[in-house]
């Protein structure tokens, strides 16, 4: 796998998730706890995201959730964010986040 | 609705009535949630309160999973209550602690037994190592029983709700209570089939532009639907599923889920991922998926390159456009399956036909996106909506049910809040953006002219986000304590309503506790006539933005430590020591500042 490591960020009034996925040495910390992680899942999640577009925010909405999620591999940082306006298939990442 | 003798069952059963009709609430209580903003505010503000109010619509986008959710928690709610009820007539403390909630738990099930020995001794069990009179224990089973009788009807009836709202539109039947069909009408549950059904006409309608395969599968759904009169009966949709699981995996794998969630891999033959293959910015791991996509695609098609001419492959490859052209019917055909479940529930034709009475360009798209949207924006969302038609501005109140039902009131005061701090600034006719402010946090929106393609949006770098939400959060929660003080209760009433603890926003409050008591005149009025632009004019500048930091630097380092399965509660609390400490000093620093300006401005006048 290409990818050194991966983190999330995703905010609500009522919580705030924190991932860090350490790819190189399969392991994941979820809000402070760690546990194992396969390629399979990573895979899984780079499928989901790999078309979305950098950014999608919308001012014009108040409370409501903000995601981030930054890719690293050996050159560079994809950096993916998002303010109460969501690629058409965040259910499915907010699937992948909740299987974790 | 049954009369009961209780006015604490009374009051839960109309909160459950209430939750599945509550435009109905809301527009009834609206006048009254006025004279609360009235009374906090002042009646210098009761035009604007007034004005605003009546410039908003509040939306309850529930779907019959969210009904479903509200009504176990409603049920889970009541129980708790009569547990208290119970350990208070018994003389116990009661406690949450899931040992003596399993207790109860035994009482009640011995009870629906009739097992009154085991019950007794369910009761002693409750006891633990107190002190008991078993005499006294059997006498107040005559009072305990007709409690534990007030679940059990409670729980009958919130399972019809759930059984209403779980049956297909054609088994509805009279077998069903009428009371609850009327009220229920037009809740019910199409979810799943609607998207399926909507999914594989999108795809029928293309399927001769398909490899074999997949024309072959989709033909064979064709030939099943033309079998029945109605797509939305249960058999057609027990045969689909039997079908599915033996001949469509391709359809799946290919076009993605169901549900519209994902796309599968044709996706990676849109011009997006086209694009992002030309571009040499575009990050390995992107190429590489796109890549391997492409070639699984050829894999479950059974199309082996290696076997087959340049020519005969690019026939085979989907065309750019054909798949840009199926993905947009694919995002129509979502569109239309929830557009067909908001038009079956009365909840959501009511929301509409209010919404288009105020604002006319808004339709079932908008409507129905917006829906679709507020599944993953958190429970409630306050939105500016503003089209090139000459009206005024409008307010969108979005809430969800089921997160915290005990916090309703302050759920929808919040918001409300949100939305009267929100002031758009003048713009012109040819304008394409809006702006403005929301008590700290900016403001920036499209003006919605009809077209598709929206200009892009410049955002400040600095956020209030943090400060604004802070700050409402502690303005919402005194307006609601006032307001229930005062008798005035929106969907939560005296026994099943909290204040405190709906965000995790009010964690942050002794960051700026002291600044808000000290400054709170200034504070509100500000959040009214110009934002934190106004504050800084008011306050120290400098300060109002180290402050800002302040919170936004508290909040991203300590935001995961609290909702952290596994907290350091010392380093927490050095954190937290560190932030209060520079936060006293912020203060310290402001009201100098303050106090000097009054001094500069007292000579000012005077000289």
């Known amino acids: ?100 | 609705m049954k009369n009961y003798d209780s006015e604490d069952t009374k009051e839960f059963y109309q909160f459950l009535d209430n939750l599945i009709r509550p435009r109905e609430v809301i527009n009834k209580k609206i006048p009254e949630i006025i004279e609360a903003f009235v009374d906090y505010y002042g009646e210098e503000m009761r035009e604007k309160i007034t004005d605003k109010f009546n410039n908003a619509i509040i939306l309850f986008h529930i779907m019959p999973t969210q009904i479903k959710k509200c009504c176990q928690k409603a049920s889970d709610g009541f129980k708790m209550h009569i547990y208290q009820k119970i350990s208070n007539l018994l003389g116990l403390e009661f406690r949450l602690d899931p040992l003596f909630i399993d207790k109860l738990d035994n009482v009640y099930l011995s009870y629906l037994e009739k097992d009154n020995k085991q019950m007794i001794q369910d009761i002693i069990d409750l006891y633990d190592m107190q002190e008991y009179d078993i005499s006294e224990i059997k006498e107040k089973i005559s009072q305990i029983n007709p409690l534990l009788n007030d679940i059990d009807d409670f729980e009958n009836h919130v399972q019809k709700y759930i059984e209403i709202m779980s049956i297909p539109i054609d088994q509805i039947n009279e077998s069903y209570d009428d009371n609850i069909l009327d009220d229920l009408a037009g809740i019910l549950d199409i979810e799943r089939k609607t998207y399926k059904i909507y999914f594989y006409l999108a795809l029928i309608k293309q399927k001769d532009t398909f490899p074999k395969p997949i024309k072959d599968s989709l033909n064979k759904v064709k030939t099943l639907m033309d079998k029945y009169d109605s797509i939305y009966s249960s058999d057609f949709h027990y045969q689909l599923n039997l079908l599915e699981q033996k001949d469509l995996k391709i359809i799946e794998k290919i076009f993605g889920d169901l549900s519209g969630e994902n796309d599968g891999l044709i996706e990676s033959f849109s011009s997006i991922a086209t694009q992002l293959l030309k571009d040499e910015n575009t990050a390995k791991w992107i190429k590489k998926q796109i890549m391997q996509n492409r070639q699984e695609y050829l894999k479950t098609l059974n199309i082996n390159i290696d076997e087959i001419d340049l020519q005969t492959l690019k026939n085979i490859l989907p065309k750019e456009e054909d798949v840009d052209n199926l993905l947009d019917l694919k995002d129509t055909a979502l569109l239309l399956a929830v557009k067909e479940i908001y038009n079956s529930m009365e909840l959501h034709v009511k929301n509409l036909r209010d919404l288009k009475a105020q604002f006319p360009v808004y339709d079932e798209d908008y409507y129905a996106l917006d829906g679709l949207n507020s599944t993953y924006l958190g429970w409630q969302i306050t939105s500016v909506f503003k089209a090139d038609d000459g009206l005024k501005e409008k307010g969108l109140i979005m809430i969800y049910q089921g997160k915290s039902i005990k916090h309703l009131d302050g759920t929808i005061i919040h918001e409300l809040n949100h939305w009267l701090e929100t002031t758009v600034y003048p713009y012109k006719e040819e304008d394409e953006i809006f702006n403005g402010y929301c008590g700290f946090d900016e403001m920036i929106g499209h003006i919605y002219k009809g077209e598709e393609e929206k200009p892009k949006l410049k955002h400040k770098e600095i956020s209030y986000e943090k400060f604004n939400e802070i700050i409402n959060e502690k303005i919402t929660q005194e307006i609601v304590q006032k307001m229930h003080n005062n008798g005035i209760y929106i969907f939560n009433f005296p026994n099943y309503s909290n204040i405190k603890g709906s965000s995790d926003y009010e964690f942050y409050n002794f960051l700026i506790d002291e600044f808000y008591h000290e400054f709170k005149d200034i504070i509100i009025k500000s959040r009214q006539t110009g934002g934190v632009e106004k504050l800084k004019q008011e306050i120290d500048g400098e300060s109002i933005e180290q402050l800002n930091e302040i919170i936004n630097q508290c909040s991203d380092n300590i935001d995961a430590l609290i909702d952290s399965d596994v907290t350091d509660y010392n380093q927490l609390a050095n954190l937290l020591t560190e932030y209060k400490n520079i936060s006293n000093l912020l203060f310290q620093q402001i009201k100098n500042k303050q106090t000097s300006k009054h001094k500069v401005k007292k000579l000012n006048n005077f000289n």
């Open chain 1, 1 to 100: 796998m290409d990818i050194n490591s991966i983190k999330i960020t995703i905010k609500n009034m009522y919580q705030f998730t924190n991932i860090q996925i350490d790819a190189l040495n399969k392991k994941v910390n979820i809000n402070g706890k760690n546990k194992d992680i396969t390629l399979e899942k990573i895979e899984q999640l780079l499928g989901i995201i790999y078309l979305w577009k950098n950014e999608y925010i919308d001012n014009s909405k108040i409370d409501g959730e903000s995601f981030k999620i930054e890719v690293m591999d050996n050159e560079t940082v994809t950096t993916f964010k998002g303010k109460n306006k969501f690629p058409k298939n965040y259910n499915a990442f907010k699937k992948w986040v909740g299987e974790l």
